[in-house]
């Protein structure tokens, strides 16, 4: 058995998925084969935690952008005062619970998801459907953790990026 980094293996990219590289590769300065073992080994990738149930993605997000197990998130989760899950403001106060650390919010006025969120960085968003649903997605250093999914996925090839923002909440500075 070889070590990570040792075999070399030749992989057709999108091209969107080699502009989203080539961006990281200019930030970081390092070469496109470490920023995929970056990513690939990364706890971004490692972390991604999925939802149990089909109304429960602030619990994965929180678990994700915290660091921490989907049971451990849970009973820090507060009441909610809808039926169909958290308001913007009780994830405000949920996330800064679940990572010690206090979030702003801010609405969103794009119609399309992802605008800046290429950069280092934790982020929640919540999106809307076309069909009006709504769903909380974590965002870290560039990588879309939908709860929905098995694991992160590249903000250009995130199978949801036409999908309206509606808020993000950041870590406040």
């Known amino acids: 058995m070889s070590e990570l980094g040792t075999d070399?293996?030749?992989i057709s990219l999108p091209v969107e998925l080699i502009a989203a590289l080539d961006r990281i590769v200019t930030r970081t300065g390092e070469s496109r084969s470490a920023v995929i073992r970056e990513l690939l080994l990364s706890k971004h990738l490692?972390?991604?935690?999925?939802?149990?149930g089909d109304s429960d993605c602030e619990v994965a997000v929180a678990a994700t952008l915290a660091g921490m197990s989907y049971d451990a998130a849970l009973p820090l989760q507060p009441p909610w005062t809808r039926k169909d899950g958290l308001t913007v403001k009780e994830m405000t106060r949920y996330l800064a619970v679940a990572t010690g650390m206090p979030w702003a919010c801010r609405k969103c006025d794009s119609s399309t998801f992802g605008a800046d969120l290429d950069r280092p960085g934790k982020s929640a968003c919540l999106l809307r459907s076309p069909e009006g649903n709504y769903h909380w997605i974590a965002v870290v250093d560039g990588v879309a953790h939908d709860p929905e999914f098995t694991n992160g996925s590249l903000l250009p090839v995130y199978p949801r990026a036409d999908w309206t923002e509606c808020y993000r909440l950041t870590v406040r500075p």
């Open 8 to 10: 070399t293996v030749a």
């Open 46 to 52: 490692l972390g991604h935690v999925i939802q149990r």
